[in-house]
């Protein structure tokens, strides 16, 4: 929780650079800094299912050649 980094173009994958918890020379404003430190994640039960949804989603066939 909190990783921060880039995502690799080609493959997907993402390349964690630091996480803004443990990275306090990240910030500019002291203050900041320290209420990120003060209020650190706290761990939850872990999830067995995970559910995205979306509105105005539409369902369609996916073509694999331009439409001329």
Do not use: W
Request: hydrophobic share 30%; glycine share 6%; with cysteine.
């Amino acid at each position: 929780m909190g990783d921060y980094g880039k995502l690799d173009q080609q493959t997907g994958c993402f390349n964690k650079e630091g996480n803004i918890y443990d990275d306090a020379h990240i910030y500019n404003d002291e203050n900041i800094a320290n209420l990120v430190k003060e209020h650190s994640p706290k761990p939850a039960a872990r999830e067995d299912v995970y559910i995205a949804a979306s509105t105005n989603v539409k369902h369609s066939d996916l073509k694999l050649a331009a439409d001329v």
